[in-house]
C-alpha cells in the first residue's frame, strides 16, 4: 500500500487477497484455517471501503477458492485437521466436492481485476463458476 498509494506519490493499483471457500463458511474440522480465511475476507472488505479508495487509488478484492489440485492440498492429509477424529468426515467431504485445476483460479483473478469492485469478494469453482458473494 505505502509503494502503491496515490497520497504516497504512487500510482494506485489492485490487490487481489486469496482466502478460500473455508473464508466464507467455517469448516469444523480446520478451525485454525478457517479462522484466518475469515480474516483475509474480513481484511479485504475493510481496506475496500470508498474512503481508502478515495485517499489511495488502491483497489482491493479477494478471492474463495473451492478444493483446488495444488500441492498443499494434496499433502496436507489429516495434519490440518483440528481434531483429527474428523478424518471420516474431511474424507467424506472430499469425495462429495470435486477439486478444480489452478488454472481455473488463475484466470478468474484475470477476470477479477478487470472486472472486480472494489472492495468486492469473489467464489470460484470449476463446476459453479465465478461469482461476488459480498
Do not use: H
Amino acid at each position: 500500500m505505502e509503494l502503491m498509494s496515490r497520497n504516497k506519490n504512487g500510482n494506485g493499483g489492485i490487490v487481489v487477497n486469496i482466502s478460500s471457500i473455508a473464508g466464507l463458511e467455517p469448516l469444523p474440522f480446520c478451525v485454525t484455517y478457517s479462522a484466518t480465511k475469515f480474516g483475509i475476507v474480513g481484511f479485504t472488505r475493510s481496506m475496500g471501503q470508498q474512503i481508502i479508495y478515495n485517499k489511495t487509488g488502491v483497489k482491493v478484492m479477494a478471492i474463495c477458492p473451492g478444493a483446488t489440485e495444488t500441492a498443499i492440498y494434496n499433502n496436507a492429509g489429516i495434519s490440518i485437521l483440528s481434531f483429527p477424529w474428523m478424518s471420516e468426515y474431511i474424507e467424506q467431504l472430499i469425495l462429495a466436492y470435486k477439486t478444480q485445476q489452478p488454472e481455473v483460479v488463475g484466470k478468474a483473478v484475470v477476470k477479477i481485476i478487470t472486472e472486480g469492485n472494489n472492495g468486492s469478494v469473489w467464489v470460484v469453482s470449476e463446476d459453479f463458476g465465478l461469482s461476488v458473494t459480498l
